[in-house]
Nanobody, 125 residues
Framework: QVTLMESGGGTVRPGESLRLSCVAS????????MGWYRQAPGKERELVAS???????TIADSVKGRFTISRDNARHTIYLQMNSLEPEDTAVYYC???????????????????WGQGTEVTIYS
């Protein structure tokens, strides 16, 4: 079994920063693309940023220049550095892992589209 656990959310004022972390725990063999999604109240979940194992990144236009995604493959961890936060960034932020391979006994199992529980980010004036 593998779990994704986010941390680092909180309540801040506009212009401030937060750093989110997501750790994949378990007997991991390899993880493909990992990413951050967010879902604001009453809205659909949207991609914020993603990063491959080779550190190729994709950043949503709405956060480009303010948010940075990074990855530590050895620790199976991704980060989202969020600067110059705006009220529109208020949402629950979810970690996602695509094509996650993990050991189960003598076998390697494959899971597509794994999700964490989410961490809440609130920006208030």
């Amino acid at each position: 079994q593998v779990t994704l656990m986010e941390s680092g959310g909180g309540t801040v004022r506009p212009g401030e920063s937060l750093r989110l972390s997501c750790v994949a725990s378990g007997r991991i063999f390899n993880i493909g693309i990992m990413g951050w999604y967010r879902q604001a109240p009453g809205k659909e979940r949207e991609l914020v940023a993603s990063i491959s194992g080779e550190h190729t990144t994709t950043i949503a236009d709405s956060v480009k220049g303010r948010f940075t995604i990074s990855r530590d493959n050895a620790r199976h961890t991704i980060y989202l550095q969020m600067n110059s936060l705006e009220p529109e960034d208020t949402a629950v932020y979810y970690c996602n892992a695509d094509n996650l391979l993990y050991y189960e006994g003598d076998f390697v199992r494959q899971v597509f589209d794994s999700w964490g529980q989410g961490t809440e980010v609130t920006i208030y004036s």
